[in-house]
T-cell receptor, first 117, second 112 residues
Framework: AQKVTQAQTEISVVEKEDVTLDCVYE???????LFWYKQPPSGELVFLIR??????QNEISGRYSWNFQKSTSSFNFTITASQVVDSAVYFC??????????????FGKGTHLIIQP | EAQVTQNPRYLITVTGKKLTVTCSQN?????MSWYRQDPGLGLRQIYY???????DKGDVPEGYKVSRKEKRNFPLILESPSPNQTSLYFC???????????FGPGTRLTVL
């Protein structure tokens, strides 16, 4: 069965600091997708990024960057020069192309990121 | 605007009173699913649907029903709600399974 672990329950940093959110996944499938979602205090789930298992290139989007390493089954998310608006709960998720089990996305339990002014 | 809508957004009800939470998407997505979010447990899938008239159980289906009579709609039915179904519910849709899922705004349900 697949599993996603976000070991950091809560992280608190001061504005402008860099912060990395960890995500470790487990699956026996060779074809899968990894996601990050943001849940701000308003409660909606906002899609941030999707990577497939064949593409280990790191990605950068503005202050956000993602490091995907199959060798360690990790998909970490870094926010550079954090801002108060980055305060949210961030979820890492795994999707299997082959289905099986409960289907859909398997989510980690989330990391609550607090950016203090 | 491409979106997933859910109604109601907030609902307080009593044990045993049947309720339906509606979900609709305008993106012509084949795959739709329902999740519940509980503190410390993250999001867990309740039911999903690969296409019209095709539904199946997720991780936590007990106490819930769904139907998919039209491609755009995927209502969640609680025939006899109980307090342990108090939760934040999300509907999601994607083009196909394992593709990016887009979530509705959530429905906060309280069962007294």
């Amino acid at each position: 069965a697949q599993k996603v672990t976000q070991a950091q329950t809560e992280i608190s940093v001061v504005e402008k600091e860099d912060v990395t959110l960890d995500c470790v996944y487990e699956t026996r499938d060779t074809t899968y997708y990894l996601f990050w979602y943001k849940q701000p205090p308003s409660g909606e789930l906002v899609f941030l990024i999707r990577r497939n298992s064949f593409d280990e290139q790191n990605e950068i989007s503005g202050r956000y960057s993602w490091n995907f390493q199959k060798s360690t089954s990790s998909f970490n998310f870094t926010i550079t020069a954090s801002q108060v608006v980055d305060s949210a709960v961030y979820f890492c998720a795994l999707g299997l192309y082959s289905g099986g089990g409960a289907d859909g996305l398997t989510f980690g339990k989330g990391t609550h990121l607090i950016i203090q002014p | 605007e491409a979106q997933v809508t859910q109604n109601p957004r907030y609902l307080i009800t009593v044990t045993g009173k049947k309720l339906t939470v509606t979900c609709s998407q305008n993106m012509n997505h084949e795959y739709m699913s329902w999740y519940r979010q509980d503190p410390g447990l993250g999001l867990r899938q309740i039911y999903y649907s690969m296409n019209v008239e095709v539904t199946d159980k997720g991780d936590v289906p007990e106490g819930y029903k769904v139907s998919r009579k039209e491609k755009r709609n995927f209502p969640l039915i609680l025939e006899s709600p109980s307090p342990n179904q108090t939760s934040l519910y999300f509907c999601a849709s994607s083009l196909i399974r394992a593709d990016t899922q887009y979530f509705g705004p959530g429905t906060r349900l309280t069962v007294l």
